[in-house]
């Protein structure tokens, strides 16, 4: 029987509606916080059992209630860009130039999440809830995003419904460098994504319509490759929308060779956003180093971006009280 911990830290006097939930079993150890129910850090094992942090955390709360770049948050209600910040007609907040992103400056990452604890017979977890009626959509939407350990793996389950017809598309938002508390930056690392198309993107970072072949590509993503390969093919670094391969079983796969750490991660979502964090420069303090380029990599699943205006590509749409989920699972492993 393994063993398994939840703990809840005591709520402080400085910051009182913050909670930070831990998560320990026999592999992992993860922790949360309830504003923006967000993944803050992951302690896995490398290939000499030393646990260390996998996650770009922030080093204080201060930083993290401050956090504009979204570190672990869930983003929400829709991810990504909205072109000129309209729905059919309903206007959003315009707080992307003349577009919409994450869910404006009220969306889900922005707000307090309550907390309730899981304890089963093979995995603990934490569920966060959250009733959005001030994000600026149509609602209110009613959220829960659960976490729970089971092994050595991560399971990321998203479930939401609305009293109104509205739109919904969130995700994750954690930057990842499996070095282990940022000792080297990514590009240490090997990256695969398991994906059928890239989305074309025009100088605003708004999908254009069109879908990029990865044959066409001039890395081949299907195969292991160096992040340091990938940087010097895309200097600008990766902020692109990739089409997932549905049939295959993993999404991604991202390997340090150094520490021999491992994280594969599997989706029902459409597609996944890579961000390469390149020339991100930042005077905060992130696992005890001012943010800089190439820390870390951004894993974004979610259905395409500004999918409301490509409707050929699916729908984010939801009727009164219909019921939806996504979920994602980080699985770990030392080769």
């Not at 992951?42 to 922030?58: H, M, Q, R, T, V």
């Not at 672990?72 to 059919?88: F, S």
């Not at 739109?167 to 990514?186: E, K, M, W």
Request: aromatic share 10%.
């Amino acid at each position: 029987m393994q063993h398994m911990e939840i703990k809840v830290e005591p709520l402080t006097t400085s910051h009182p509606q913050l909670i930070k939930v831990t998560l320990k079993n026999d592999y992992l150890t993860a922790s949360f916080y309830n504003y923006g129910a967000r993944m803050h850090q992951i302690f896995a094992p490398d290939k000499e059992g030393l646990l260390e942090n996998i996650l770009l955390s922030y080093d204080r709360e201060e930083d993290l209630l401050a956090d504009k770049s979204y570190f672990g948050a869930t983003v929400g209600p829709v991810a990504g860009r909205i072109k000129q910040a309209d729905w059919n007609g309903y206007p959003l907040e315009k707080n992307c130039g003349t577009h919409h992103i994450h869910g404006g400056s009220n969306g889900w990452a922005y707000q307090f999440w309550s907390v309730e604890t899981i304890k089963e017979q093979e995995t603990i977890g934490v569920r966060f809830h959250l009733t959005d009626e001030v994000s600026g959509y149509p609602g209110p939407i009613k959220a829960s995003v659960t976490y729970q350990l089971n092994k050595n793996s991560l399971i990321m389950t998203s479930d939401w419904h609305s009293e109104q017809t509205t739109i919904v598309n969130p995700t994750s938002h954690s930057y990842f460098n499996l070095s282990g508390n940022g000792t080297r930056d990514i590009t240490s690392h090997e990256l695969c994504v398991k994906a059928r198309n890239l989305v074309v993107l025009d100088q605003e970072k708004i999908p254009t319509g069109q879908l990029l072949s990865m044959e066409n590509l001039p890395v081949d993503f299907s195969t292991n490759q160096s992040m340091e390969t990938i940087l010097a093919t895309y200097p600008e670094g990766l902020d692109d929308c990739f089409v997932l391969d549905k049939s295959q079983p993993m999404a991604l796969f991202l390997h340090e060779p150094t520490t021999g750490r491992t994280m594969t991660v599997a989706t029902t979502n459409q597609s996944v956003v890579l961000f390469s964090t390149t020339g991100f420069e930042a005077d905060f303090m992130i696992n005890g180093q001012p943010m800089h380029s190439n820390y870390g990599l951004a894993i974004e699943p979610q259905q395409i971006p500004d999918l409301i205006h490509q409707p050929t590509w699916g729908s984010i749409e939801i009727e009164p009280l219909e019921r939806k989920q996504q979920q994602t699972i980080y699985t770990f492993s030392c080769q």
